[in-house]
């Protein structure tokens, strides 16, 4: 089972971003984060980051008949990227849209999620977690 998990703007700057909102661990502690999770679900996980909207799109379309799930943390393109909702319904892939903070308990602008309108399921709130139960989600969703 392949899983291709996908991160927006800025979430190469944890650690350093916002700690009080985002929490104090590095990116590289997520990426060792998911590569723990992988082994222990006997799933491989690739990651990809990239500041740029068109970028993730790509990286969506290439996934088309590669993963078998994705993971997508599309970062402050949550909120406002119709590109990235439509790219997620036309590969089909299932999806599962993580936040590490509880945007719902943020700003109003951060209470509209297109990509998770193209998602079975958003986790949010949990910190880096959030990723582990995302990838634990989709091996079982995946199984069925
Ligand atoms: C985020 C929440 C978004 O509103 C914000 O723009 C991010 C990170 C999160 O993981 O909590 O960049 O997606």
């Known amino acids: 089972m392949k899983i291709l ?53 790509d990286a969506i379309q290439e996934a088309y008949g590669k993963y078998d799930g994705i993971v997508i943390n599309p970062g402050a393109y949550t909120h406002t990227s119709v590109a990235i909702l439509d790219a997620l319904k036309a590969v089909s892939i299932p999806a599962v849209e993580v936040h590490i903070s509880d945007v719902d308990a943020r700003e109003p602008f951060r209470q509209i999620s297109y990509a998770g309108m193209a998602c079975v399921k958003t986790i949010k709130g949990q910190g880096l977690e959030g990723y582990r139960q995302a990838i634990l989600f989709l091996k079982d969703y995946l199984k069925k």
């Not at 060792?32 to 996980?45: H, I, K």
Request: no cysteine; proline share 4%.
């Open 5 to 57: 998990v996908l991160n927006g703007p800025n979430l190469n700057m944890l650690g350093i971003r916002e700690p009080k909102i985002y929490g104090k661990n590095s990116f590289a502690d997520l990426l060792a984060l998911l590569d723990q999770t992988a082994r222990e679900a006997g799933v491989e996980v690739t990651q990809y980051q990239s500041n740029h909207e068109g970028s993730l799109v």
